[in-house]
């Protein structure tokens, strides 16, 4: 009984290191589209485990670029903002409560070799707190890369 008792204990020990390394990213309709993986590098996945955006620190900047090399946009204080300033997704909803369970996550792909020359980004905007009319996984969408 006291090894059972360890084994979930231990389980569940590892799931909260888990997702305390993962910060889920919400769409407009508050649903669950991507999240952001902070194991060894800061990196993007789709839910279905497609690896397709990757931070960038530049000063006090936080900018998105996809694995195809393009510049993306920028995550500031939980959301993610594109070249317009306008919203894209969010981490956190503040006026929303959740008491939904997050559907399972896909298997993570394997994380492409980020490009060597990135461009340089745009002079950041002012932020909205607008939407955008890109839905946040066409957004990240644009990040893949081609083959």
């Excluded at 279905?48 to 900018?63: H, I, K, M, R, Y």
Aim: proline share 5%; hydrophobic share 40%.
């Amino acid at each position: 009984m006291k090894t059972k008792t360890i084994t979930i204990l231990l389980f569940l020990f590892s799931f909260i290191q888990l997702s305390a390394q993962q910060i889920t990213l919400y769409n407009k309709q508050d649903k669950p589209v991507a999240y952001i993986d902070y194991d060894e590098e800061v990196t993007i996945f789709l839910w279905n485990g497609t690896p397709v955006a990757f931070l960038e620190e530049d000063g006090d900047d936080n900018l998105i670029y996809g694995f195809n090399g393009k510049f993306m946009g920028w995550y500031e204080e939980g959301a993610i903002y594109d070249e317009k300033g306008n919203v894209v997704g969010v981490q956190d909803r503040e006026d929303k409560i959740r008491v939904k369970i997050e559907p399972i996550k896909g298997i993570q792909g394997i994380t492409p070799i980020r490009p060597i020359s990135l461009k340089f980004a745009p002079m950041k905007p002012i932020w909205s707190r607008y939407w955008s009319s890109t839905p946040l996984v066409d957004f990240l969408s644009f990040g893949k890369r081609r083959f």
